[in-house]
């Protein structure tokens, strides 16, 4: 980073436990620099229970705003003076705006991941839609199917869990893994919104099933490829990991900050290098 930090550079930071393995700090600082703007992007580990707090400090410090990831994200809703619509059904914040001293919450992770859908060339709108887990991204991305038009199927270990993240869209239905082969082998889209491929593991249902999926994301980006997305692609699907929705909640989040348009492609460049 060539950008020299002075007085009057704005900050902007990303608060979570753990905190050092964040993508953000390389994306904003992309992003800054190449709209050459004088601001930089930190991580503060902020351990749990002190979420709140952290969240508060935002104004006696002059930060311009923050991103907040594990375990901090309801504490934030909490926190901050106005939420979104979204962020409100969600009771959870990724991005917290400091609007002149009054703090401003939003939950992008689901805008960016419809974004990075449709980016794929797959519109969710009138599209059936499996979601597999039910914690805080697979909430944020029924919420947005649900709203971007798309019939959605919840499927996660635990039914009451899955009716809870189900009920964050119109009419969607929940259902365990146990019993999900008649909804995984008939839906138009299948998005893998639990840690399952992370370390290599098969997805917890036959793969399969997907011969009628006409798209596969997981939003796991490392690896860049998951199990599930090797049977998606060896099945001739076509398939995308969770990159394209990480950009684009930062992009959002960018635009939130600072009013102005987020270079995409600085921010997606500096996202794979990080993560490769
Ligand atoms: P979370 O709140 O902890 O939720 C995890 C979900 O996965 C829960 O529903 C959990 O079920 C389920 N799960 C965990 N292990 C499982 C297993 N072995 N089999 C079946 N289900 C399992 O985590 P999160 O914040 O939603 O994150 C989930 C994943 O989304 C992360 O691993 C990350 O890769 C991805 N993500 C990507 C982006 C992006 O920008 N691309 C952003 C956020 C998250 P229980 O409740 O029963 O434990």
Redesign the pocket.
């Known amino acids: 980073m060539n950008h020299v930090v002075r007085g009057s550079t704005r900050v902007a930071a990303i608060i979570g436990d753990p905190v050092a393995h964040s993508r953000s700090p390389a994306i904003h600082n992309a992003a800054f620099a190449a709209l050459d703007l004088d601001w930089v992007f930190v991580a503060f580990p902020v351990r749990a229970g002190d979420g709140e707090r952290a969240v508060r400090a935002t104004t006696a410090l002059g930060l311009a705003g923050l991103n907040v990831?594990?375990p901090h994200?309801a504490d934030a809703a909490r926190a901050c003076d106005e939420v979104s619509p979204r962020a409100a059904a969600l009771q959870s914040v990724n991005t917290v705006v400091n609007r002149d001293g009054v703090l401003y919450g939003d939950s992008t992770?689901g805008e960016?991941?419809v974004r990075?859908l449709r980016e794929e060339g797959c519109e969710p709108s009138g599209r059936s839609c499996a979601v597999?887990?039910?914690?805080?991204?697979?909430?944020?991305i029924v919420e947005a199917l649900g709203a971007a038009g798309a019939r959605v199927s919840v499927v996660?270990?635990?039914q009451e869990?899955?009716e809870a993240?189900a009920a964050l869209a119109p009419g969607a239905g929940a259902t365990t893994?146990d019993h999900a082969l008649p909804v995984l082998a008939t839906v138009d889209v299948v998005v893998?919104?639990?840690?399952?491929?992370?370390r290599g593991?098969p997805p917890?249902f036959d793969p399969r099933v997907l011969d009628a999926a006409q798209f596969v994301l997981?939003?796991?980006?490392?690896p860049a490829e998951t199990p599930l997305l090797a049977a998606a692609r060896a099945r001739g699907i076509p398939c995308a990991?969770?990159?394209?929705?990480?950009?684009?909640?930062?992009a959002l989040a960018f635009e939130l900050w600072t009013g102005k348009s987020a270079p995409l492609e600085v921010m997606r460049g500096a996202a794979r290098a990080e993560t490769s």
């Open positions: 990831t594990m994200k992770d960016g991941f990075a597999l887990g039910a914690g805080g991204a697979a909430r944020a996660a270990r635990r869990a899955a993240a893994f893998n919104a639990t840690p399952v491929g992370m593991e917890p997981d939003t796991i980006y490392h990991n969770g990159l394209g929705m990480l950009v684009h909640q930062a």
